[in-house]
């Protein structure tokens, strides 16, 4: 079945940019769809279909995806954005949606 | 505003059926547009996706999972159910149900609601 690939952790300074990626094979063919998750929370979605936004999502939150990689970029991050990040396809083989492992941000 | 709540016991015994309803609210699960779905998440680890409803009552639920899910709509109540047969220890997490849109994406999910397997 379809495998995506995340880093367990990435960290980031307040107001650099953070990207969190997602590994998969020909993960460019697909559409991803991004989540954030704080703790105790539901997952929220930041992104879809590679690059939109949902309202209310700010513009800090963008996405891209070519090749094998699909990758959230959170630009000028703050302490609030600190949360676990899911990517997400849907599997068109199997028929059914796959989740990446998560990604931890942490704002140092 | 689109709204979902899981509701079901916090307490399963094991070898016993987990059963979960979801009730949306401000949205409609007879709409054709879209899909009504499930998903887990044991404690500290990731999303797991355990099966999905059309309004029509189509399934289709996650391979590693099939023999045990049973998902059903009720349209008259605006809900949609799971039960997950014959539960152990590794079926603890937390629930949720979320609504599945154009392009495959989970647009709106419940708060979830913590399943605990332990006699």
């Known amino acids: 079945s379809y495998v995506l690939t995340q880093p367990p952790s990435v960290s980031v300074a307040p107001g650099k940019t953070a990207r969190i990626t997602c590994g998969g094979n020909?993960?460019?063919?697909?559409?991803v769809h991004w989540y954030q998750q704080k703790p105790g929370q539901a997952p929220v979605l930041v992104v879809y279909?590679?690059?939109d936004r949902p309202s209310g999502i700010p513009e800090r939150f963008s996405g891209s995806n070519s090749g094998n990689t699909a990758t959230l970029t959170i630009s000028r991050v703050e302490a609030g954005d600190e949360a676990d990040y899911y990517c997400?396809?849907?599997?068109?083989?199997?028929?059914?949606?796959?989740f990446g492992g998560g990604t931890k941000l942490t704002v140092l | 505003q689109l709204q979902l709540q899981e509701s079901g016991p916090g307490l399963v015994k094991p070898s016993e059926t987990l059963s979960l309803t979801c009730t949306v609210s401000?949205?409609?699960?007879?709409?054709?547009?879209?899909?009504w779905g499930w998903i887990r998440q044991p404690p500290g680890k990731e999303l797991e996706w355990i099966g999905s409803?059309?309004?029509?009552?189509?399934?289709y639920s996650n391979p590693s999972l099939k023999s045990r899910v049973t998902i059903s709509v009720d349209t008259s109540k605006n809900q949609f159910s799971l039960k997950l047969s014959s539960v152990t220890a590794a079926d603890t997490a937390v629930y949720y149900c979320?609504?599945?849109?154009?392009?495959?994406?989970?647009?709106?999910w419940g708060q979830g609601t913590l399943v605990t397997v332990s006699s």
């Open positions: 979320a609504r599945l849109s154009s392009g495959w994406v989970f647009d709106n």
């Open positions: 401000g949205g409609s699960v007879s709409s054709s547009s879209y899909y």
């Open positions: 409803v059309y309004y029509s009552g189509g399934t």
């Open positions: 020909n993960t460019g063919s697909e559409s």
């Open positions: 279909d590679d690059s």
């Open positions: 997400q396809v849907w599997d068109s083989s199997s028929d059914h949606p796959v």
